[in-house]
T-cell receptor, first 116, second 112 residues
Framework: NAGVTQTPKFQVLKTGQSMTLQCAQD?????MSWYRQDPGMGLRLIHY???????DQGEVPNGYNVSRSTTEDFPLRLLSAAPSQTSVYFC???????????????FGEGSRLTVL | GQQLNQSPQSMFIQEGEDVSMNCTSS?????WLWYKQDPGEGPVLLIA?????ELTSNGRLTAQFGITRKDSFLNISASIPSDVGIYFC????????????FGAGTQVVVTP
């Protein structure tokens, strides 16, 4: 199993450009999510999905779109990149334990995005 | 905004020493998780806690879910050089299924 695979690993954009960060998992996990990591701020949840066709907003969703057409894939779209979106982005997946609990998160290696 | 307060921000310790870090919140969590992140990698789960008062060990690591459900700590005993990294706590609020919140992290540096 490859686990959680993110592409690209590095990307430089100009302000206003659009792009999609790809995320794929081969563990048949229902739950997938996107986080951004900024110095001194830990990881902040952007969007998450509890299954195909279902997405919801996290703590910092503005400027990002997601969709979940399959269990395996959860792309993150930046429609018009801004310098404030310079960050390291992590995709994570999990098989929920059920009930109120969130199970272990498996993270990808991250995508480092710079917006000039 | 971020509701988890993780401390300390950084620790410089000698090999063989014990390490302790904690997370606190003004809100009640039903899940506490501790992750470690190595440079250039994604975080990796160390310990998961799902019940108030739960004390769980994983090798030299020990973590506890606070009785009030508002805090958790992680201890590392007899530190070794590979313990270097950033340690994050993460929690899920009782009414926020699917939304893990992360602390700002504790940078651990181990010197020989």
């Amino acid at each position: 199993n490859a686990g959680v695979t993110q592409t690209p690993k590095f990307q430089v954009l100009k302000t206003g450009q659009s792009m999609t960060l790809q995320c794929a998992q081969d563990m048949n996990h229902e739950y997938m999510s996107w986080y951004r990591q900024d110095p001194g701020m830990g990881l902040r949840l952007i969007h998450y999905s509890v299954g195909a066709g279902i997405t919801d907003q996290g703590e910092v969703p503005n400027g990002y779109n997601v969709s979940r057409s399959t269990t395996e894939d959860f792309p993150l779209r930046l429609l018009s990149a801004a310098p404030s979106q310079t960050s390291v982005y992590f995709c994570a997946s999990s098989y929920p334990l059920g009930g109120l609990n969130t199970g272990e998160l498996f993270f990808g290696e991250g995508s480092r995005l710079t917006v000039l | 905004g971020q509701q988890l307060n993780q401390s300390p921000q950084s620790m410089f310790i000698q090999e063989g020493e014990d390490v302790s870090m904690n997370c606190t919140s003004s809100s009640i969590f039903n899940t506490w998780l501790w992750y470690k992140q190595d440079p250039g990698e994604g975080p990796v789960l160390l310990i998961a806690l799902y019940k108030a008062g739960e004390l769980t060990s994983n090798g030299r690591l020990t973590a506890q879910f606070g009785i009030t459900r508002k805090d958790s700590f992680l201890n590392i005993s007899a530190s070794i050089p590979s313990d270097v990294g950033i340690y994050f706590c993460a929690g899920q609020l009782t009414d926020s299924w699917g939304k893990l919140q992360f602390g700002a992290g504790t940078q651990v540096v181990v010197t020989p």
